[in-house]
């Protein structure tokens, strides 16, 4: 995946119930960011980190968390809060914020609530 | 912050045929404009990129044109192929200390044998 794993690949959740995407880069990346995918839109940003213990929300931020222990980590909480999670969700990185090389994406949850 | 607009949101052409999409930015200050393909169910891919100190770049059948005056920057790829059926999206850097990418919201490009 080019150096950037997410897992697992589909994901079934309960209503009421948290889950947790894992989002792991090999690339000495700094900055992490998780988008959400919905059929025929776009990528929407949920939050972003640029720097290890620091991360910021994005555009649709509510029902979700994340933590930035490590540079290489950047997982993403979907609480029950988060009312419509159903959604191919996307983790990403870059060396400088995207400036210079852009964003590397890993290959993606698929979120399903059942 | 950024809104990026893209057009259109479909797009059919014949096999050997050239395809344009287009986007409009919001943000002036915005400097990098990077190209994705997504293939069904996979991860987006960076195809090419332009910085706003250019007004042209291309790579083999894959060009960018950049107008910062308009606010507006098109991919345009040229001989299509049947592998060139994807969904492409457009992005712009934010401006400011936190730079993050904005999306469009995607083009279907079905390149018809």
């Known amino acids: 995946d080019g150096g950037i794993t997410q897992s697992p690949k589909y994901l079934f959740r309960k209503e009421g119930q948290n889950v947790t995407l894992s989002c792991e880069q090999n690339l000495n990346h700094d900055a992490m960011y998780w988008y959400r995918q919905d059929p025929g839109q776009g990528l929407r940003l949920i939050y972003y980190?640029?720097?290890?213990?620091?991360?910021q929300k994005g555009d649709i931020a509510e029902g979700y968390s994340v933590s930035r222990e490590k540079k290489e980590s950047f997982p993403l909480t979907v609480t029950s809060a988060q009312k419509n999670p159903t959604a191919f969700y996307l983790c990403?990185?870059?060396?400088?914020?995207?400036?210079?090389?852009?964003?590397?994406f890993g290959s993606g949850t698929r979120l399903t609530v059942v | 912050g950024e809104n990026v607009e893209q057009h259109p949101s479909t797009l059919s052409v014949q096999e050997g045929d050239s395809a344009v999409i287009k986007c409009t930015y919001s943000d002036s200050a915005s400097n990098y404009f990077p190209w994705y393909k997504q293939e069904l169910g996979k991860r987006p891919q960076l195809i090419i990129d332009i910085r706003s100190n250019v007004g042209e770049k291309k790579d083999q059948r894959i060009a960018v044109t950049l107008n910062k005056t308009a606010k507006h920057f098109s991919l345009h790829i040229t001989e299509t192929q049947p592998e060139d059926s994807a969904v492409y999206f457009c992005a712009a850097i934010s401006s400011g200390s936190a730079r993050q990418l904005t999306f469009g919201s995607g083009t279907q490009l079905t390149v018809l044998p």
């Open positions: 980190s640029q720097i290890v213990n620091d991360f």
């Open positions: 990403a990185s870059s060396i400088d914020g995207g400036t210079d090389y852009g964003y590397t």
